[in-house]
């Protein structure tokens, strides 16, 4: 079975652009995690989705934005890049939303903004 | 809401001896608990979790962690370490009926020959 994907993997935007994150979850897996990795802040969790709906978010600016497609995949925008954006954005998929699932994740995307 | 706490930020041990990585949480709801462990430039991989039951839970390349819900810990330990067991890694707790995980802020283990 295939592992979490995400795409593009590395990725170099302008501050004030904006961009956009593309995760595939292990087929069967109905709920998505997005995930803000950095040296200073650790891992802060983004927000979740389950059946195409957000179930939790987390506390970030509304700069940040997720959805979730029938199939299950799932992209995140950032709009109007700050150099505090940079970071390695990690997905995770599980089965379920809440009980004892999982969370498989992915290679994560690098971003970087100049 | 949750926190977890990793008490230390970097543990440097020799080959083949024994290591313990510390992780206290606290929690005003049940939780499930979890150790992830990230090798450079990769995404988090799942060492062992526990849900319920027995309070000893083994794990993947010999790893192992104890449950202690009076101390509301769950220390992970391995009794050989290799050199590529060299990574971070990263303690989790969720509530039973949440799905966000919140994460401590992370363990480097060196292995040193």
């Known amino acids: 079975k295939a592992g979490v994907t995400q795409t593009p993997r590395y990725l170099i935007k302008t501050r004030g652009q904006q961009v956009t994150l593309s995760c595939s979850p292990i087929s069967g897996h109905r709920s998505v995690s997005w995930y803000q990795q950095t040296p200073g802040q650790g891992l802060q969790f983004l927000f979740e989705y389950f059946s195409e709906t957000q179930r939790n978010k987390g506390n970030f600016p509304g700069r940040f934005s997720g959805r979730q497609f029938s199939n299950s995949r799932s992209e995140m925008n950032v709009s109007t890049l700050e150099l505090g954006d940079s970071a390695l954005y990690l997905c995770?998929?599980?089965?379920?939303?809440?009980?004892?699932?999982?969370?498989?994740f992915g290679p994560g995307t690098r971003l970087t903004v100049t | 809401a949750q926190s977890v706490t990793q008490l230390d930020s970097q543990v440097p041990v020799f080959e083949e001896a024994p290591v313990e990585l510390r992780c206290n949480y606290s929690?005003?709801?049940?939780?499930?608990l979890f150790w992830y462990v990230q090798y450079p430039n990769q995404g988090l991989q799942l060492l062992l979790k526990y849900l319920s039951g027995s309070t000893l839970v083994k794990g993947i390349n010999g790893f192992e962690a104890e449950f202690n819900k009076s101390q509301t810990s769950f220390h992970l330990r391995k009794p050989s370490v290799h050199i590529s067991d060299t990574a971070e890694y990263f303690c989790a707790v969720r509530g039973t009926n949440a799905g966000k995980s919140t994460f401590g802020d992370g363990t480097t283990l060196t292995v040193k020959p």
């Open positions: 995770a998929s599980s089965l379920g939303f809440g009980g004892p699932y999982e969370q498989y």
């Open positions: 929690s005003s709801v049940s939780v499930y």
